[in-house]
């Protein structure tokens, strides 16, 4: 990170000199013809270093207690890079696990929820940017309590794993992503909303959960298990939606993406 600030603070800094020789009237030159050629040189340059560098990747863990909280409310705003998410072991904390690139946490707490914010530093691009700049986390949910979810991807790789969790609401926006998704098989009623650009969602009912899927897309590629969850009108639902204790409301709002659901 310090090499990236000292790269682009001299390319800035050299590309400043230029232009207030020039307008000192020191050489006379078109300054501004100049600039686009030199960032694009200054670009492939740093393009080149970060692919040879071997970068150094601080990798901070998270833990959150829960502190008698008796359910919560988590918002994961993550960037560029890959995202796990699963249960955890124990009973003590409400988020745990692993963030390299660095990591900013927020917590509230309202009577007994909790109020959890979990966002990527704020970066400055392309000071912190480059070939091999991966923002990785690896987080454990607790099992144990209802939990709200509303999780923000940038471009990457995503692994939700949702089973042993009692998810009730779930929101994901992403934009060029590709994502995984397990929804919870015991949490009662889940509704769930995706939102996405470009991406790929591969979403999984566990056997026993019943699903009602709502689909608006616009170039998007969308495939249905049309055995387990029949069309019937504008909208897929299992036949035994209506009295299953278990069961997952999808949305699904993409553009030119594509989504499976099984």
């Not at 098989?185 to 995706?194: E, I, K, M, Y």
Request: aromatic share 8%; net charge positive.
């Amino acid at each position: 990170m310090r090499r990236s600030a000292l790269f682009w603070g001299s390319a800035i800094l050299v590309l400043g000199v230029l232009l207030l020789l020039n307008n000192l009237g020191v050489f006379s030159i078109n300054i501004w013809g100049i600039i686009l050629p030199a960032f694009m040189v200054f670009l492939g340059v740093w393009i080149l270093i970060s692919t040879r560098a071997v970068r150094n990747i601080q990798i901070e863990r998270i833990e959150i207690p829960l502190e008698g909280s008796s359910q919560a409310k988590i918002r994961l705003q993550h960037g560029a890079g890959r995202i796990k998410v699963g249960a955890g072991v124990d009973s003590v904390n409400l988020v745990q696990g692993e963030c390299s690139g660095g990591v900013n946490t927020s917590v509230l707490r309202h009577g007994n929820t909790i109020d959890v914010t979990i966002s990527v530093p704020d970066q400055i691009i392309p000071f912190n940017w480059g070939p091999g700049y991966s923002l990785d986390w690896d987080l454990q949910l607790i099992s144990g309590i209802p939990l709200d979810l509303v999780i923000q991807a940038g471009a990457g790789e995503a692994k939700f794993d949702l089973s042993s969790l009692l998810v009730k609401d779930l929101k994901l926006n992403s934009g060029a992503s590709s994502t995984w998704m397990k929804f919870p098989t015991s949490a009662g009623q889940t509704r769930a909303v995706f939102t996405t650009g470009a991406a790929s969602l591969n979403l999984v009912v566990p056997d026993g959960v019943a699903a009602r899927i709502r689909t608006s897309a616009g170039l998007a590629n969308i495939t249905v298990d049309t055995n387990r969850f029949p069309r019937s009108g504008g909208f897929y639902q299992s036949r035994d939606y209506d009295t299953a204790p278990n069961k997952v409301d999808i949305e699904i709002k993409t553009g030119v993406g594509s989504a499976d659901i099984r």
